[in-house]
């Protein structure tokens, strides 16, 4: 069945970085599909952080992290990454991967991605 493990996550103070990766199996054709990075904290909707396109020719930042993080994958190692910079408390929530519901197509929200990771908690203190 389709796997998605997220690692990385750890607790750091304000202004440090963190890399996330997810790691994908239990199925073909991993290029196909979008993948993204969602977040939840305590007490909040869960939210699109970043999202790529097959082939990475399209990625989505939220406005909330631009120029602080950055999405990629690496299809031969059915990875994705998300490189996290500049880290603020507001960003401490658990972080999610996962993956579009069908080959080729663009997820329209949450309800897009059928498949999802365990997740790893990032904790950013001041």
């Known amino acids: 069945q389709v796997q998605l493990v997220e690692s990385g996550g750890a607790s750091v103070q304000a202004g440090g970085s963190l890399r996330l990766s997810c790691v994908a199996s239990?199925?073909?054709?991993?290029?196909?599909?979008?993948m993204a990075w969602f977040r939840q904290a305590p007490g909040k909707e869960r939210e699109e952080v970043a999202s790529?396109?097959?082939?990475?020719?399209?990625?989505y930042i939220a406005e909330s992290v631009k120029g602080r993080f950055a999405i990629s994958r690496d299809d031969p190692e059915r990875t994705i990454d998300l490189q996290m910079t500049d880290l603020k408390p507001e960003d401490t929530a658990m972080y999610y991967c996962?993956?579009?519901?069908?080959?080729?197509?663009?997820?329209?929200?949450?309800?897009?991605?059928?498949?999802w990771g365990q997740g790893t908690q990032v904790t950013v203190s001041s």
């Open positions: 239990g199925y073909s054709h991993y290029y196909r599909f979008h």
């Open positions: 790529i396109s097959p082939g990475a020719g399209e990625q």
């Open positions: 996962a993956r579009g519901a069908n080959a080729w197509a663009r997820p329209l929200g949450p309800q897009g991605y059928s498949f």
